[in-house]
């Protein structure tokens, strides 16, 4: 049966505090250059968008992670699937996230970007899910404050599925 889902954002108001986030990151990096590290591949319609909104220079490298664990819970047990191009020697670096969840994703992620070299390193997140947090991470940057359900579309998928989705939605899992 199809999963149902019920909007929680739409197209509008995503994209329009989209922009906000991307005005507040220019004026915070003014006459800086900022190095957007996006994690595949929930957060890569966030970057895209997130990068057009800003007005000083902008690079961007992205890399994979995987958290084992099912489709709907993280483990803690964090995999490097495929690193960054480029070193962050000096870069002031903006890691952009699709959602912090339980926060053991980041909380690796963070830790292990922060051992190379970089002039900075801030968290930038579309989505954040405080209730839910087993490892204390900073989030510089959140876009919206999300209660204890499962979400999807705007880059965020359930197995795989309505990534393409372009407003955020809750799913209503088949049980
Ligand atoms: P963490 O629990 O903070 O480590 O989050 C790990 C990852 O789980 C996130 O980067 C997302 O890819 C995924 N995730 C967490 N919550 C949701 C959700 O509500 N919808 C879709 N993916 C999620
Ligand atoms: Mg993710």
């Known amino acids: 049966m199809a999963d149902k889902i019920s909007v ?6 995503v994209n329009s505090r989209i922009r906000e986030m991307g005005e507040q990151i220019s004026r915070d990096y003014a ?6 590290v996006g994690i595949l591949k929930g957060a890569t319609f966030f970057a895209c968008e997130l990068a057009k909104r800003i007005t000083v220079p902008v690079t961007l490298d992205f890399m994979s992670v995987s958290s084992y664990g099912n489709s709907t819970e993280s483990s803690g047990v964090v995999k490097i699937n495929k690193d960054l191009d480029e070193p962050l020697d000096g870069r002031d670096v903006l890691v952009v996230e699709d959602i912090v969840d339980t926060g053991n994703t980041l909380s690796y992620l963070l830790d292990n970007l922060q051992k190379r070299g970089s002039a900075s390193v801030k968290l930038c997140t579309l989505l954040n899910k ?5 490892k204390d991470v900073k989030v510089d940057y959140t876009g919206f404050i999300i209660p204890d359900e ?8 359930y197995a795989q599925k309505y990534r393409n989705l372009p407003y955020i939605g809750i799913v209503h899992l088949d049980k």
């Open 8 to 13: 929680l954002f739409s197209e509008e108001e």
């Open 150 to 157: 499962f979400v999807v579309g705007y880059g965020l998928d």
């Open 31 to 36: 006459g800086r250059s900022v190095h957007l």
């Open 130 to 134: 405080p209730d839910r947090r087993i």
